[in-house]
């Protein structure tokens, strides 16, 4: 036996530990087992995912670590299942749980040499604790049902089924930290690395759906519309800011694997998710986001993790000038938006070509004569000055300026290659100032015009730049051939910036901060007084209450409506409550279901309606994703008898007609009432024009199967709108002290502490800095999927282990 193997059997997991992982495992299978038996799609698909799955992390326990973050933002099905209380990322962490528990209980790993990636620390433990203390007490002040539950408990989030739907967030990280601390034990500092992969390609995967959705919707250049993206987290049906969450949590991880890579492979690939993020935080169209961004960025620079992976160079005098990299970054933002505002998207192009010429040969340039650098500076204004001509011939400029852009970067490359001050790095310094002009003729041709004085702006600001580079005598940047990732990374966030700050949408949204702030503070005080009594202020209304003490106790004229699955006489159907607020078709409040994508109408409908006054029930069916109706067939249906009274009829198609092309977005039947009394609604059926049969579950027997419910637009009675106002109403001050006591001691760990100088810190620290941002203005916690990772990531904060970096990781 090698020397070492008695140190690494002392690493070995006890036989407790074993004892543990075994009855989670059981436990966990249990509940994937009862969650697959019953699930609305198909029992014998998601039975037999859950097997693979488990299978899967029992031959690769440590996988979880890249696998569970990259589904976590697009695994969730509700809108399709209907079910709130019990999503597919429950289940996700059930089969890890259920996986590894087996492969620890059973053969665990041997570990790596070294120390595990993460350590328990006293500190943590006490903070574990009183976290689970606050979450007991207010779940103990919660009527939480026991089971068997009744079907209607799962519509909507005014049932006391609602508290154990938050409780489930803390019970599934209790199962899933000896998981992630035996990933640590067995791949000691590269689990770190996996994790940083994983919350990448989760970054990745929100931010595609995002893309798709805006692509879909909108349109992908449309920052004009009034349309904010969701992306797939359902929890946003009702509001919130899920999305800006968890891309404000993972962003930080994917920028500081860029910045800490030396791969220009990698590099590159990382760009490229950073570019689909950016454009997915620009169009959520967030402020809290961007605060939260900008508080990320700051706290990576603060903790020195931004510096770029190659080291300076020795000498002084090739240093960059301090602050000269944000001047330029400043300079080419203020000339992008310029130049956008009268030059529009093709402007924006050329001047970001032209910017990238300045980079790559105002490095080149330096090593040429202060002759040879006037000599070619003159020479491409005056070639400039003859590329204007080309604005007599159709798409001249276009085209001169992408003959001069090509024709410069090659001329870089060449000199690169070189490495020394040779004719290419003369020609490719003309070529660059001559691209200038040409881009300025962009922005005129494409104008028309307009905009012309801020166009010729934005072009010297980019020679300005190559003039400082050339003369000062320390650049404002340096290895230009090393670092060409990152100004790509720069030059991308210039465009965003430039491209969204313009928009008419963004203006608007940042007109009206002062009339938004003062509705949410009133807001927030009718939260408040929701408070009443001594025992509500200590200890909070009860986990999951929030809704349901404003829909009865909060402003009558914010009803938010709702929907019920009362049963009579052994008949369950749905009860739909109309909203107080409604103020056009966009408020309604609505009972859906998703149906065959390329439906087309007339429609043919059947279905039972009482009332116990006059009403009217709304049927429509639209091209939709979750908040947002587009392309409708409407039906409106009396409902003025006090009996049940079968309805039938034919919808027409409205925009739903057969056409050229595939229409990819998805189609939406909803219910709502648009009256002010209720509306039962019972043995619903839809055929469409293609005599199929649209509805699934129309007779609500199988309660909320393939049903969920949405606010589109009016969102305030869901949410506290803060993450501490909602701890606050439903914990109490318990809660919030104890929430105070996590964040101060994470925080403080990978800020202040010993762990400080680990690598892993300061993603940790922006991560979760960002998370709480967005929480200033959003409850968040409200969705178990979203306070799952940020006790994840506050338990990283304060077990991460900076003794695992002190010896390279490798198998014994």
Not at 11 to 19: F, S, W
Not at 64 to 92: C, K, M, N, R
Not at 500 to 517: C, I, K, L, N, P
Not at 547 to 568: M, V
């Amino acid at each position: 036996m090698p020397a070492h193997m008695p140190s690494l059997q002392a690493h070995r997991t006890g036989p407790l530990a074993r004892l543990w992982f075994a009855l989670s495992a059981l436990l966990a299978l249990a509940g994937l087992g009862l969650w697959a038996w019953h699930h609305p799609l198909d029992r014998v698909a998601a039975t037999a995912v859950a097997a693979l799955a488990v299978m899967g992390f029992l031959a690769r326990p440590s996988a979880w670590l890249i696998v569970l973050p990259a589904l976590w933002p697009v695994i969730d099905l509700a809108p399709l299942t209907g079910w709130i209380h019990f999503t597919e990322s429950d289940a996700l962490v059930l089969a890890v749980v259920a996986g590894v528990g087996l492969r620890e209980a059973l053969a665990p790993p041997l570990p790596v040499r070294g120390a595990p990636a993460f350590r328990l620390s006293p500190v943590a433990l006490l903070v574990a604790v009183l976290w689970l203390v606050s979450y007991g007490v207010s779940a103990w002040r919660t009527p939480i049902p026991l089971p068997p539950f009744d079907a209607a408990l799962f519509a909507g989030y005014k049932t006391p089924l609602n508290g154990l739907r938050l409780l489930k967030a803390p019970l599934l990280l209790i199962l899933l930290l000896p998981c992630l601390h035996a990933a640590g034990r067995a791949r000691g500092a590269a689990a770190l690395s996996r994790l940083t992969l994983g919350m990448t390609l989760g970054l990745l995967a929100a931010s595609l759906v995002a893309v798709w959705e805006r692509d879909a919707f909108p349109g992908l250049t449309n920052v004009s519309a009034d349309y904010r993206t969701t992306g797939l987290f359902w929890e946003m049906h009702v509001g919130g800011a899920a999305l800006d969450a968890w891309l404000a949590l993972s962003f930080p991880f994917a920028l500081a694997a860029f910045l800490r890579t030396r791969a220009l492979r990698w590099r590159l690939l990382l760009l490229a998710v950073l570019a689909v993020a950016g454009y997915a935080i620009l169009t959520t169209f967030s402020r809290g986001l961007y605060a939260a961004v900008a508080v990320s960025l700051v706290l990576l620079l603060i903790a020195g993790r931004s510096v770029a992976a190659t080291a300076p160079p020795p000498d002084t005098a090739a240093r960059p000038l301090p602050g000269g990299p944000w001047l330029a970054g400043a300079l080419l933002i203020g000339a992008a938006t310029l130049m956008f505002t009268g030059g529009g998207y093709r402007g924006l192009a050329a001047l970001l070509g032209f910017s990238l010429l300045v980079f790559l040969a105002g490095d080149l340039g330096r090593r040429l004569p202060r002759r040879q650098q006037a000599t070619a500076i003159v020479a491409g204004l005056a070639l400039g000055g003859l590329s204007l001509a080309s604005s007599a011939l159709d798409k001249g400029p276009y085209l001169a300026f992408g003959a001069l852009c090509i024709t410069g970067l090659a001329a870089c490359l060449l000199a690169f290659r070189q490495g020394n001050a040779g004719p290419a790095t003369l020609v490719a310094l003309m070529l660059t100032t001559t691209s200038g002009i040409a881009a300025a003729g962009v922005g005129r041709y494409w104008g028309e015009g307009a905009g012309e004085a801020g166009i010729w702006a934005a072009t010297a600001a980019g020679l300005l730049l190559l003039a400082l580079q050339l003369a000062l005598p320390r650049p404002l940047w340096h290895r230009a051939g090393e670092g060409l990732a990152h100004a790509l990374l720069v030059l991308g966030a210039a465009a965003a910036l430039a491209s969204g700050a313009t928009s008419y949408y963004m203006g608007e949204r940042f007109s009206t901060v002062s009339q938004d702030f003062e509705g949410r503070m009133a807001h927030w005080q009718e939260g408040a007084d929701l408070v009443r009594t001594p025992a509500d202020l200590w200890l909070g209304l009860g986990l999951g209450r929030y809704p349901e003490a404003y829909f009865w106790s909060g402003p009558l004229a914010a009803n938010a409506g709702s929907w019920e699955l009362p049963e009579d006489n052994g008949n369950r159907f749905a009860r739909i409550g109309a909203a107080r607020y409604v103020l056009g078709f966009g408020e309604l409040f609505r009972v859906s279901q998703r149906v065959a994508a390329d439906t087309t109408g007339p429609f043919h409908y059947r279905l039972k309606l009482r009332a116990p006054e006059r009403s009217s029930l709304h049927l429509e069916i639209c091209r939709k994703h979750l908040l947002y109706t587009q392309t409708c067939a409407i039906v409106s249906v009396k409902a003025d008898s006090a009996e049940w009274t079968e309805v039938q009829g034919t919808m027409e198609a409205g925009g739903l007609t057969a056409g050229p092309g595939v229409d990819t977005r998805p189609s939406v039947l909803s219910l709502a009432t648009s009256g002010r009394a209720p509306v039962d609604v019972d043995e619903l059926q839809i055929i469409d024009s293609a005599g199929r049969a649209l509805v699934r579950n129309g007779d609500f027997q199988a309660g909320v199967d393939r049903w969920f419910f949405s606010s589109d637009r009016h969102h305030l009675p869901w949410h506290a709108k803060s993450l501490f106002l909602h701890v606050w109403v439903e914990q109490g001050v318990l809660g919030m002290v104890m929430l105070g006591v996590m964040l101060l001691a994470a925080t403080g760990r990978v800020g202040l502490g010993r762990a400080r100088a680990h690598p892993f810190a300061a993603p940790v620290l922006a991560g979760m800095a960002g998370f709480v941002v967005v929480g200033v203005f959003d409850s968040l916690l409200d969705m178990p999927r979203m306070t799952l990772m940020l006790l994840l990531t506050a338990w990283l904060a304060l077990c991460l282990n900076p003794a695992a970096l002190k010896e390279p990781p490798g198998r014994p």
